[in-house]
């Protein structure tokens, strides 16, 4: 069969803007220095507005697995909601330039559109203030049944989203009509275990490649990858638990292999990195790679995301592989 994409990646559509700023500015501004923090729609347009120098990137970490694979040459495509505002227009924006094609809802009237807003102090501490407005009113509804792809990949964290579990629902059905792949990554431990019932359900009904760390796959009920295997591999193709500077390991019914860790340079910020090893990971699997092929391509991938501030690559991801190969 013929798919329009590679990867269709749904979730929760999220504007970066990064703003340097020094700690009179956090004071000013009664932001608490090193924290991560959910605010209000007011709360945020005051501090969009005040942000000095901003630079803003689409974001979101399904966002970023399709700008990932992008910029590796597969065809992506990305769901989300964002508002029809100039941060919605933006974000839009962003992903076309990168050839990401945007497959979400762009609301006529509700809250403003998603951004999160992270200040850098000269320390390189990031403060950051996180408003979910419309990313959260994506519905099933919004996920078009026309559009096919080799895989749909969920981001976990989309489950907390009011509609999240119609919109798995919604994805899966897709799936199944049009011949496509259900990847899902668990995206937090805390996730896991809110929503435990029903997201293990859904993975032994529904998902092909499951990726998770550690502490994501223990939520799950699994203290190894080896337990997982022993208990889903009947149902899921492909399970990857991450080890950050471990590596990875990839199980499957046949096979389980692992590969190292792969920073490209300097370790600075991790912030991004499994979005970028699922981008590589489903990239390989899309193109016919071998799992520990896909596997490598993913901690390259990981491997250059993790030796800048940021979630977006700044070297030729397509380079570093074939210099691996």
């Known amino acids: 069969m013929t798919f329009d994409f590679d990867v269709l990646c749904v ?17 000013d501004h009664n932001i608490e220095k090193g924290g991560m923090n ?12 005040a942000m ?3 630079t803003q990137q689409s974001g979101g970490s399904a966002a970023n697995s399709a700008y990932g694979l992008a910029c590796l040459g597969g065809r992506a495509a990305f769901a989300g909601q964002v508002a029809a505002d100039p941060v919605g227009d933006a974000f839009i924006a962003d992903l076309q330039a990168a050839n990401v094609h945007f497959a979400g809802r762009q609301a006529q009237d509700g809250p403003a559109t998603a951004r999160s807003m992270i200040f850098v102090t000269p320390d390189t501490i990031r403060s950051m203030n ?12 919004h996920l078009s049944n026309s559009i096919t792809a080799k895989y749909i990949y969920l981001e976990g964290y989309l489950f907390d989203a009011p509609k999240g579990p119609e919109i798995f629902q919604k994805a899966a059905e897709i799936a199944a009509a049009t011949g496509g792949k259900i990847a899902l990554s668990l995206s937090d431990a805390w996730c896991v275990e809110r929503h435990f019932d029903a997201l293990g359900e859904f993975i032994e009904e529904h998902v092909s490649i499951l990726f998770s760390n550690h502490d994501e796959i223990k939520a ?27 590596g990875a390991m990839v199980a499957t019914s046949e096979q389980t292999v692992s590969v190292p860790a792969m920073p490209v340079g300097e ?5 991004g990195a499994g979005d970028l090893f699922a981008a590589g ?6 193109t016919g790679a071998d799992i520990l092929s896909a596997a490598e391509y993913a901690s390259i991938c990981a491997g250059e995301i993790i030796c800048h501030f940021g979630a977006r690559p700044q070297s030729d991801l397509k380079e570093h592989i074939s210099r691996y190969k």
Do not use: W
């Not at 959910?38 to 005051?46: G, K």
């Not at 996180?130 to 509804?141: E, Q, V």
């Not at 990971?281 to 899309?286: N, P």
């Open 220 to 246: 799950l009920g699994y203290d190894t990858i080896f337990d997982a295997s022993d208990a889903l591999n009947e149902v899921v193709d492909d399970i990857i638990v991450t080890q950050g500077e471990a």
């Open 38 to 49: 959910l605010i209000d729609e007011a709360r945020a347009l005051s501090l969009y507005e």
């Open 130 to 141: 996180t408003f979910l407005g419309s990313s959260l009113h994506l519905n099933a509804d």
């Open 267 to 271: 370790v600075v910020d991790t912030t």
């Open 11 to 27: 979730g929760n559509a999220i504007m970066d803007v990064l703003s340097p700023c020094d700690d009179a500015f956090l004071k």
């Open 281 to 286: 990971y489903l990239y390989g699997k899309s």
């Open 52 to 54: 000095p120098e901003p």
